[in-house]
């Protein structure tokens, strides 16, 4: 079996399930945040050498850690909706205690999973604009200018493009990116342990790249057919082992 996890509103994740499954990945399955919250039934077991879950959803189907064969991770955030008439204390309590949970459930999948969840991020560690500016230029990637005081003001530095790029493994989807700058995508990517990154490179006049952000859940409709083929292949590699 394999997963995608992910938000309702997230088409770029309903537009990869359609891609993979017409690629031949099956069983695969469509997991919301939603159902993960709202689970009829949770068994989840922590052991020294290995973990495992058992997860029941509203619909009916029945997820088993040991089943899972990847992962395609793409939830932002636990929904609290179903804790609204609970106290503003009480509800803040459930609500990390829930996005714990999940993050174990998908920390304890022994198959390739892209991307692994971290304890600032269930897809990734959230990161400040000013850490990816000094990850970035760790990379090899062109930083711009960063204030590091509401006391210093300047002018912002208006780009004449915008390009997004998106990593994958050791390859680069994006139109027009120099080999350098690529090279310096996937180093960013790994720096941060993530098999997938999408990153925003804003182009001067003359056409030079700098680094403009990145992102875990990239829209990931811009690498079009190639992408979906080399997520295909990432998620069907052989597995190395189980936690």
């Known amino acids: 079996m394999w997963l995608i996890l992910c938000d309702p509103s997230d088409h770029a994740a309903l537009w990869a399930f359609t891609g993979l499954h017409v690629r031949g990945l099956s069983p695969l399955e469509l997991v919301c945040a939603q159902e993960l ?3 009829t039934f ?3 077991r922590i052991g020294r050498h290995n973990s495992m879950f058992e997860i029941h959803l509203p619909d009916g189907r029945t997820l088993l850690s040991t089943e899972i064969q990847g992962v395609l991770n793409r939830l932002s955030h636990v929904p609290t909706d179903h804790l609204a008439f609970a106290s503003e204390p009480d509800a803040r309590y459930a609500a990390d205690e829930l996005t714990a949970l999940v993050l174990s459930w998908i920390a304890c999948v022994g198959a390739v999973t892209v991307n692994r969840p971290s304890p600032r991020g269930l897809a990734g560690a959230w990161r400040s ?3 990816w500016n000094v990850l970035a230029a760790r990379s090899g990637l062109p ?3 960063m204030p590091l005081s509401t006391l210093i003001r300047q002018a912002p530095e208006l780009p004449t493009a915008t390009r997004s790029v998106i990593v994958l493994g ?3 989807f994006g139109d027009g990116v120099p080999t350098d700058i ?7 990517a790994r720096s941060v342990d993530a098999d997938l990154l999408g990153l925003q ?5 003359e056409l030079r790249a700098r680094f403009a952000g990145a992102t875990y859940l990239p829209d990931l409709r811009l690498g079009g057919q190639g992408l979906l083929d080399e997520l295909h292949r990432h998620l069907t590699r052989p597995r190395v082992g189980l936690l």
């Open 42 to 44: 949770s068994a989840h």
């Open 170 to 172: 050791e390859f680069v």
């Open 37 to 39: 919250a709202c689970a």
């Open 143 to 145: 930083v711009p200018r």
């Open 129 to 131: 604009p000013a850490e």
């Open 182 to 188: 690529a090279r310096a995508c996937v180093r960013l």
């Open 201 to 205: 490179l804003h182009l001067d006049h």
